[in-house]
């Protein structure tokens, strides 16, 4: 318990060790983890700004000049394919006043900052800052927007604000080969949902990486086809966990129009997988195609969740595609809708004066790998 007996706010040593407990006597975490604003603080300054995390997808900038703007923990950044064909993620703040050189998404050879018209090309350089002269030893091409560090991996555009992170890939070198068979950097998004949702991030990610809550939530939708109580979850040599759902029978071939993905083995073909690679990087796997649970919190109760639904690109060229996407997405938002009333049902219970840390079923053995992972972290003296 030594590890974890460092204090942290609204920690006490006896609820960290009730945490750090083997999975047959572990609890959850106390409400505080979720509840604090120091606490999230804390995790934005430890976990958060050290790990590797998911901004895009290189087939959602497929153009020099495509661009993405979003915020990720308080930097306003984007997403862009330079003329030169690299991608780069990197700070959107002017150099001059701080103002924000772009919003939203489209496609730009230059970004001229709508405050004073300084431009920028799209590797960062400033090309142009107007009515500067006098301004003694200024010199446009010693000004460069912050890059940050980044990695393509399986077509995800992986960053970290950490120069001195370990490299992403050797770490989940595992998780790539068990997923090898659903070629991850041959798809493209074919749709997105988008919700705005009014909890800490823990509770929406401990909700996807466990099926013990089939039996209730989803009682008519997953629970028949993927029971609670077949789910299972392997040891994980790293910084992730995998939840394995089995299906109860074979699903009837393309059963969502999509066909399968070539290479499969017969069980990849028809059981349901949930994966989180910690911090919070959700993926989903079918037999025809994988969902991406894109989290960008930004307060201790708030963050945005951008579903996005990914098939092969073959798929992708399907003359019915737009109606597949359509009718996929519809079957995402309700699944959805039903986790949003357990989430909210959840968030309510955290906030209540009352409420104590709870004891983990067998089932809920993801949450707690990420439990461990998350006070391990933390707990890092001296970070």
């Known amino acids: 318990m030594n590890k974890h007996s460092l204090a942290l706010p609204g920690l006490s040593e006896e609820e960290c060790a009730r945490v750090a407990a083997p999975l047959e006597a572990a609890w959850t975490l106390p409400a505080t983890a979720y509840t604090d604003p120091d606490l999230y603080d804390l995790e934005v300054e430890r976990i958060m700004r050290r790990s590797w995390l998911p901004v895009g997808r290189v087939d959602q900038v497929p153009n020099p000049g495509d661009y993405i703007c979003f915020t990720l923990y308080d930097q306003p950044l984007m997403l862009v394919r330079g003329t030169d064909g690299d991608v780069r993620v990197m700070s959107r703040v002017c150099l001059h006043r701080a103002a924000p050189i772009a919003e939203g998404t489209g496609n730009r050879n230059l970004f001229s900052c709508p405050y004073h018209a300084w431009s920028y090309a799209t590797d960062g350089q400033l090309v142009r800052a ?194 597949i996407a359509e009718g996929s997405g519809a079957l995402i938002s309700v699944i959805h809708h039903e986790d949003i009333e357990a989430n909210d049902m959840v968030w309510e219970g955290l906030k209540a004066p009352l409420t104590s840390q709870g004891r983990l079923s067998p089932l809920e053995r993801s949450i707690w790998q990420l439990n461990q992972w998350w006070l391990n972290e933390l707990s890092k003296a001296g970070s």
């Open 130 to 323: 107007p009515l500067m002269e006098g301004a003694e030893g200024f010199d446009e091409k010693s000004c460069k927007l912050p890059v940050l560090r980044t990695e393509i991996w399986e077509g995800f555009v992986m960053v970290n604000f950490d120069d001195a992170a370990e490299p992403f890939a050797p770490q989940v070198a595992t998780y790539q080969k068990t997923f090898s068979n659903y070629k991850l950097d041959d798809m493209v998004i074919i749709k997105t949902l988008e919700f705005d949702s009014p909890w800490n991030w823990k509770v929406l990610v401990e909700n996807f990486m466990e099926a013990y809550h089939h039996i209730a939530i989803h009682k008519e939708t997953f629970e028949p086809a993927y029971p609670a109580k077949d789910s299972k979850i392997p040891d994980a040599d790293g910084p992730y966990s995998i939840l394995h759902m089995p299906a109860l029978a074979p699903h009837p071939e393309d059963p969502d129009g999509l066909p399968l993905i070539d290479g499969l083995e017969e069980w990849q073909k028809n059981d349901l997988l949930a994966t989180v690679l910690f911090p919070h990087f959700l993926l989903a796997f079918m037999g025809s195609s994988a969902t991406w649970y894109q989290i960008i919190p930004s307060a201790t109760d708030r963050l945005l969740l951008k579903i996005h639904f990914l098939v092969p690109k073959a798929s992708a060229g399907l003359p019915n595609i737009d109606e």
